[in-house]
C-alpha cells in the first residue's frame, strides 16, 4: 500500500483507528502471552528443582 504522508498512513482513509487499535492489542497480547510463558517457565522450574531436593 502506498501513502502520499505520514498522516495518511496514521488516518488510512478513515479506518486508522480500527488498523491501529488491533496492531495495538496484538503487540498487547503477545507481550502478554511471553511474560505469561516465562513466569510459568520458572514456576515449574522452582517446583522441579524443590522435588529435586526432597528425592536427594
Known amino acids: 500500500m ?3 504522508s505520514l498522516e495518511d498512513l496514521w ?5 486508522g483507528a480500527f488498523v491501529w487499535s488491533c496492531y495495538g492489542l496484538f503487540v498487547g497480547l ?3 502471552n511471553v511474560w505469561h510463558s516465562r ?3 520458572a514456576k515449574a522450574l522452582k517446583q522441579v ?6 528425592v536427594v
Not at 488516518?11 to 479506518?15: E, I, K
Not at 528443582?49 to 526432597?54: G, T, V
Open 2 to 4: 502506498f501513502f502520499n
Open 39 to 41: 513466569s510459568q517457565r
Open 30 to 32: 503477545l507481550a502478554l
Open 49 to 54: 528443582r524443590a522435588i529435586a531436593r526432597r
Open 11 to 15: 488516518v488510512m482513509s478513515g479506518h
